[in-house]
């Protein structure tokens, strides 16, 4: 009988209560407070400011670490605009690299 291959899904521990759960085959999710959001509604609650304070970055520091404007992050944070395709992938990186 073939058994069924359960992905390995890893909880990573961020600031501010936040969550990011990573798995090999899936998008990266976050939760905070038993609720799950995408990048860009992670980003948009609260997400970015917490990882950034946690680091000490400006905007234009994590931005420049990201490789992006300093208007990009403004925008991501107050939910203007939501990162997309290679933006979406640094700003995962950035989150993710304790």
């Given amino acids: ?5 359960v992905p390995m899904l890893i ?9 990011a759960v990573v798995g090999a085959k ?3 999710r976050f939760k905070r407070n038993g609720r799950a959001y995408d990048l860009a ?10 990882v950034r304070g946690a680091r000490g970055h400006t905007q234009a520091e994590a931005a420049e670490t990201m490789g992006v404007s300093h208007q990009a992050v403004s925008y991501w944070e107050t939910g203007r ?5 290679l933006y ?11």
């Fill in 26 to 28: 899936e998008p990266v």
């Fill in 11 to 19: 909880e990573v521990p961020l600031p501010d209560r936040w969550i």
């Fill in 41 to 50: 509604n992670a980003v948009k609650s609260g997400l970015l400011v917490a």
């Fill in 1 to 5: 009988m073939p058994t069924k291959e």
């Fill in 88 to 98: 979406s992938e640094r700003l995962e990186e950035y989150l993710l690299s304790v």
């Fill in 81 to 85: 605009r939501g990162p997309r395709g």
